[in-house]
């Protein structure tokens, strides 16, 4: 499998490029920005994973994400935010996002799952990952979420969730709906506000909420 690592700091690029070589059979380069990746995506004719920082003065991961994507059917992400590990209020099992200091054990996990995801099957993130990730990262924008014949939206201001919608709903039952969606594909545009917003509680104290939610809308279900 071939993977590409984007990192703006040289040190920690090469530390990843040895940790995959040295714990796996995987071809795997190394680049520091966003214009040294388009150029190393023109002259290969493969890639099945991307590891990218999600952002650094040369480095926009969502942008390099879908650029990638359109390249490379099947491609498959990973993100290493900028934000300390330790910031992170939910874990997510099977997470494909790497903060600092990066793990590299469960980084190494998820280039196997990465290697063993079935061919042409969607990059899919989940939703909690995504959400939280955006919201630690401090970003203002739009996240659009599709999962089979669903989609939503949530709409962020500086790190903070204040508004969601879905088909049928808004606000905190729209969040409701998209975490129970788990695993998603994505669109991410910093471009678009709220028309509304319907969202008091802080990122996390909703995101958890949500999460609680919907494990006990699970437990009714089995029982």
């Not at 995959?20 to 190393?40: G, I, L, M, P, Q």
């Not at 999962?147 to 905190?172: P, Q």
């Amino acid at each position: 499998m071939q993977l590409l690592i984007v990192h703006h700091d040289g040190e920690v690029g090469e530390q990843l490029v040895q940790m995959v070589k040295d714990y796996t059979a995987h071809e795997c380069d190394f680049v520091r920005s966003d214009a040294e990746a388009t150029k190393w995506a023109r002259q290969h004719a493969h890639c099945a994973l991307l590891v990218t920082q999600l952002e650094s003065s040369a480095v926009d991961g969502f942008v390099l994400g879908g650029t990638f994507s359109e390249i490379f059917p099947g491609l498959q992400i990973l993100f290493l935010p900028p934000y300390p590990a330790n910031e992170r209020k939910l874990d997510v099992d099977d997470t494909k996002v790497f903060p600092e200091p990066i793990d590299g054990e469960g980084l190494l996990a998820a280039i196997a799952r990465a290697e063993n995801t079935s061919a042409g099957r969607s990059d899919l993130f989940h939703t909690v990952d995504l959400l939280q990730m955006c919201c630690l990262s401090r970003r203002t924008g739009a996240i659009q979420t599709v999962k089979e014949d669903k989609s939503g939206i949530a709409f962020l201001r500086g790190g903070e969730i204040v508004h969601a919608e879905t088909a049928g709903t808004r606000g905190e039952s729209a969040l409701f709906d998209i975490v129970g969606w788990e695993n998603v594909e994505f669109a991410y545009d910093r471009t678009v506000r709220p028309p509304v917003e319907t969202i008091a509680k802080k990122w996390h104290e909703v995101l958890i909420d949500a999460v609680e939610r919907n494990k006990g809308l699970k437990a009714r279900s089995r029982a």
